[in-house]
């Protein structure tokens, strides 16, 4: 008896000393849960104080060398397209906004750290009845919209930006009469661009990106992408072109040759949509200007990247792109449909840049705007846009239901074929008269 007594006494003394194990575990989970929670709570009313409205600095600029260094820090951490890059937009306002006799107006948001949480480069532009505050790169930017910290624009509420967006507006001297915040995409790369908080309808298009999937080159992630019949089909479609000649993606480098490609890809675009029937702007001068200027900055040759798809000693296609934060922009193709129309020159040349672009380790590639059916085939992101409109005034209101009614008009014309004839046949006049 005394021995199953010691023995029962040991087991209790076991379950004891197991129950208080667990007890010590238990408290010391508790501790680092309620330690955690409080490193979190510290942290949200650190963001929270960051990020609060009445607490941010609101500076405004209006002329873009004085914002030059604080826009170039900013633009290299920035949520941001390369549209709104500080070359880019200085480029714009020197070849386009001057011209329009636009007056620019930087505004920047920073918090009591002097860090910044936005940059909106907008500008002032006479209207028919009143002052239009829009973005800079208007016409040649295909995304027009803010640069953003990441954290702040997800974290921003609807009734905190429009407080914010009072802040911006008092900056303003005189009259804006109507806000025409066009091509404004709902998401930044990926976060919630916060000029959505702000009256808007939908843009007339979309926009389309590729994300490369993980693959070992760009073959298998074509391959992933789309069946294997279609990928067959492309690599044979360049295996009976290159019977004609050595097929070669080539980079055009160097000043002179960058100057004369521009030249030519600009020529053969208006060739291209001329013979479509398009109505299109690109003859005037404006685009040259700002496409050569572009193309001829130095520091912007790894950004502004050109090439041409050659056959032997013909050329295929011919195209313009921007290589900016590990995505490639399509910005302006152009082909040779009198020679190459049955091989799908621009199928081949968008196969052979998503290659170049896999190649170069860059994860997107960005078709940008248009609801082109060759997006739908290989796009695996759309973006929808907006316009921000917002009338401050009677006379922006009359703006504001003058470019609703333009747009509607332009819709349209694009989808009536008479319409789109005698648009097309004004616009030819109008060319012709400029040329006299």
């Avoid at 005394?2 to 238990?26: F, I, L, P, Y």
């Avoid at 070849?95 to 948001?109: F, L, Q």
């Avoid at 490639?328 to 290659?355: H, K, T, V």
Wanted: with cysteine; glycine share 6%; net charge neutral.
């Amino acid at each position: 008896m005394a021995g199953k007594a010691k023995e029962h006494s040991t087991n209790t003394d076991q379950t004891a000393s197991s129950k208080g194990r667990e007890d010590v575990r238990a408290e010391q989970a508790l501790e680092t849960l309620a330690s955690l929670n409080n490193e979190l709570t510290k942290a949200h009313l650190e963001l929270k104080n960051a990020y609060e409205i009445s607490e941010l600095e609101v500076l405004a600029f209006d002329n873009l060398d004085d914002a030059k260094d604080l826009w170039l820090a900013f633009e290299e951490k920035a949520v941001c397209f390369v549209y709104q890059q500080f070359a880019f937009c200085q480029t714009w306002y020197e070849t386009v906004g001057k011209h329009d006799n636009v007056k620019p107006h930087i505004v920047v948001i920073r918090n009591g750290q002097s860090e910044t949480l936005m940059l909106l480069p907008l500008c002032f532009k006479k209207g028919h009845f009143g002052q239009i505050v829009q973005f800079i790169g208007y016409g040649m930017a295909d995304y027009l919209s803010p640069l953003v910290q990441k954290d702040f624009a997800d974290n921003v509420s609807e009734s905190d930006f429009h407080a914010l967006w009072d802040k911006v507006v008092s900056t303003i001297k005189g009259n804006a009469d109507l806000f025409w915040l066009d091509r404004q995409p709902l998401s930044i790369n990926g976060c919630q661009n916060p000029m959505i908080h702000l009256e808007h309808f939908n843009y007339a298009s979309s926009a389309h990106a590729l994300n490369f999937p993980e693959a070992e080159n760009w073959a298998q992630c074509a391959r992933i992408l789309r069946s294997k019949k279609t990928a067959a089909n492309i690599e044979r479609r360049l295996r009976k072109l290159a019977k004609e000649g050595e097929i070669e993606l080539r980079e055009i480098t160097g000043a002179t040759q960058r100057q004369s490609h521009m030249d030519e890809l600009l020529a053969l675009k208006i060739e291209n949509l001329n013979a479509a029937g398009t109505i299109h702007r690109m003859t005037d001068p404006g685009y040259a200007r700002f496409y050569q200027s572009l193309a001829s900055i130095e520091s912007q040759q790894k950004v502004v990247r050109q090439f041409e798809l050659r056959c032997g000693d013909k050329l295929v296609a011919s195209v313009l792109g921007y290589v900016h934060h590990d995505t490639f922009y399509y910005q302006i193709c152009a082909f040779n449909r009198q020679e190459f129309a049955q091989y799908s020159p621009g199928l081949l040349l968008l196969y052979l840049l998503f290659d170049w672009s896999f190649s170069l380790g860059l994860k997107r590639f960005d078709m940008t705007i248009g609801d082109e059916s060759y997006k739908a085939d290989w796009r695996n992101e759309t973006t929808p846009l907006v316009t921000v409109g917002v009338a401050n005034s009677k006379t922006g209101r009359l703006e504001y239901g003058l470019r609703r009614l333009i747009v509607w008009g332009k819709t349209q014309v694009h989808n009536t074929d008479f319409l789109r004839k005698l648009a097309l046949a004004v616009l030819h006049k109008q060319n012709a008269l400029k040329n006299t």
